[in-house]
């Protein structure tokens, strides 16, 4: 059975630094487009990062470009978020998402198979 579980989320201040890690059960990563997603309340679930099955492929939405950094470690199954210079608006719950397609996956959320539970960040001013 699939599984994501997500891990790391916390309350920081503003220019601290959060690792996300999201341990994948009953799914290979090399064969995955693994994603991360956030919530903030009131507001849609936004794509963050991506990384493409065993490749170097990523993306990143803008605003995290330069401050945020999605890598993985196949031997543990496990891909991970580096978040450093957080600021009050990157507040929001984290999600941990695989899809299964053959191709390069998107940023709409409903294209993604499976989800992790969340893990709640908070960056205080």
């Known amino acids: 059975q699939e599984q994501l579980v997500e891990s790391g989320g916390g309350l920081v201040q503003a220019g601290d630094s959060l690792r996300l890690s999201c341990v994948a059960s009953g799914l290979t990563l090399s064969r995955s487009i693994m994603g991360w997603f956030r919530q903030a309340p009131g507001k849609e679930r936004e794509f963050v990062a991506r990384?493409?099955?065993?490749?170097?492929?990523?993306y990143y939405e803008d605003s995290v470009k330069g401050r945020f950094t999605i890598f993985r470690d196949i031997a543990k199954n496990t891909v991970y978020l580096q978040m450093n210079s957080l600021k009050p608006e990157d507040s929001a719950v984290y999600y941990c998402?695989?899809?299964?397609?053959?191709?390069?996956?998107?940023?709409?959320?409903?294209?993604?198979?499976?989800w992790g539970q969340g893990t709640q960040v908070t960056v205080s001013s």
């Open positions: 990384i493409i099955r065993d490749t170097s492929i990523i």
């Open positions: 998402a695989a899809d299964q397609s053959p191709f390069y996956g998107s940023r709409n959320p409903a294209d993604y198979h499976y």
